[in-house]
């Protein structure tokens, strides 16, 4: 394990908290609670390994169709872990950043994102992207009416368009693009995941629930990314 190239961005799709709690005859709600308890000890694990930015799919635009209660109960750990994180970023030097349309959450929650955000700015130890509320091609369109209206306004004219300024506009602004995608409880879909910034990641696939995740797993993604050999469209 002292030999692995540590990859410098890591994004999870934390998937199957649902059936996780189903096989233990639990509500749903419960799987989201200890697929919290592995974020929080993913985030510690990520920071000891090295890797310098760990993104993870909280909650997608398309979750809102999901019950009343359901949603409900995931509103009460997004609040609880607003504050909670504060803690674990001081613990950890781990800086804190929220990717998705926020405006949409309670606005107790919204000011919870924000002063965790600026609390933790200063942190250099790993960058901890939480998607909220995200959704890539919701963030394409909202990037790209950003665009427009500058180009409205004259702030950019349609010949400087480059993929760099394509980037700037996104939510993920000035974070390297991720080098390992992991989605965890054996479903291979991307389900509205960083569509962009994805184009050349490795992806590693496990059928372990996102509540059963830990180390182990991580550190087995990451020995079966330091076998693949990455090409990026040239000839080896
Ligand atoms: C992932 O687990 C967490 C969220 C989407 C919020 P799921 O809730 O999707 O769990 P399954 O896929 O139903 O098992
Ligand atoms: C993707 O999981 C979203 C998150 C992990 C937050 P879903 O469980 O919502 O995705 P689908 O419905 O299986 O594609
Ligand atoms: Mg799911």
């Given at each position: 394990?002292?030999?692995?190239?540590?990859?410098?961005?890591?994004?999870?799709?934390?998937?199957?908290?649902g059936?996780?709690?189903k096989?233990?005859?639990?509500?749903?709600?419960m799987g989201h609670v200890e697929?919290c308890?592995?974020?929080?000890?993913t985030?510690e694990?990520?920071?000891?390994?090295?890797?310098q930015?760990?993104?993870v799919?909280a909650?997608?635009?398309?979750n809102?169709?999901?019950?009343?209660?359901e949603i409900?109960?995931?509103?009460?750990?997004?609040?609880?872990y607003?504050k909670?994180?504060l803690?674990?970023a001081?613990e950890?030097?781990?800086r804190?950043?929220?990717?998705?349309?926020?405006?949409?959450?309670p606005?107790?929650?919204?000011?919870?994102?924000?002063?965790?955000?600026?609390t933790?700015?200063?942190?250099?130890?790993m960058?901890?992207?939480?998607?909220?509320n995200?959704?890539?091609?919701?963030e394409?369109r909202r990037?790209?009416?950003?665009?427009?209206?500058?180009?409205r306004d004259?702030r950019?004219?349609p010949?400087?368009?480059?993929?760099?300024?394509?980037s700037?506009?996104?939510?993920?602004?000035?974070?390297p693009?991720?080098d390992l995608?992991?989605r965890?409880?054996?479903?291979?879909?991307?389900?509205?995941?960083?569509?962009?910034?994805?184009?050349?990641s490795e992806f590693y696939?496990s059928?372990?629930?996102?509540?059963?995740f830990?180390k182990?797993?991580?550190?087995?993604?990451?020995e079966?990314?330091n076998?693949?050999e990455?090409?990026f469209?040239?000839?080896?």
């Amino acid at each position: 394990m002292d030999d692995l190239r540590i990859p410098a961005h890591v994004a999870i799709i934390m998937d199957g908290n649902g059936r996780w709690a189903k096989k233990r005859n639990l509500p749903r709600k419960m799987g989201h609670v200890e697929g919290c308890k592995v974020v929080e000890q993913t985030v510690e694990d990520a920071a000891r390994l090295g890797i310098q930015y760990l993104t993870v799919y909280a909650f997608s635009t398309e979750n809102w169709k999901r019950s009343k209660d359901e949603i409900s109960a995931l509103m009460q750990l997004f609040r609880y872990y607003t504050k909670r994180l504060l803690k674990i970023a001081a613990e950890n030097n781990v800086r804190v950043r929220m990717i998705g349309e926020r405006s949409r959450f309670p606005e107790d929650i919204v000011k919870g994102i924000n002063a965790l955000e600026s609390t933790t700015r200063g942190n250099t130890r790993m960058t901890f992207v939480i998607a909220v509320n995200y959704g890539s091609r919701d963030e394409i369109r909202r990037g790209m009416s950003r665009m427009m209206a500058d180009c409205r306004d004259g702030r950019v004219s349609p010949e400087e368009v480059t993929e760099e300024l394509i980037s700037s506009y996104l939510d993920t602004a000035g974070i390297p693009d991720p080098d390992l995608l992991i989605r965890t409880s054996g479903e291979e879909r991307l389900s509205n995941f960083l569509l962009w910034q994805l184009a050349y990641s490795e992806f590693y696939f496990s059928d372990v629930l996102w509540p059963d995740f830990s180390k182990e797993e991580l550190v087995k993604a990451i020995e079966v990314y330091n076998k693949r050999e990455r090409r990026f469209g040239d000839a080896k």
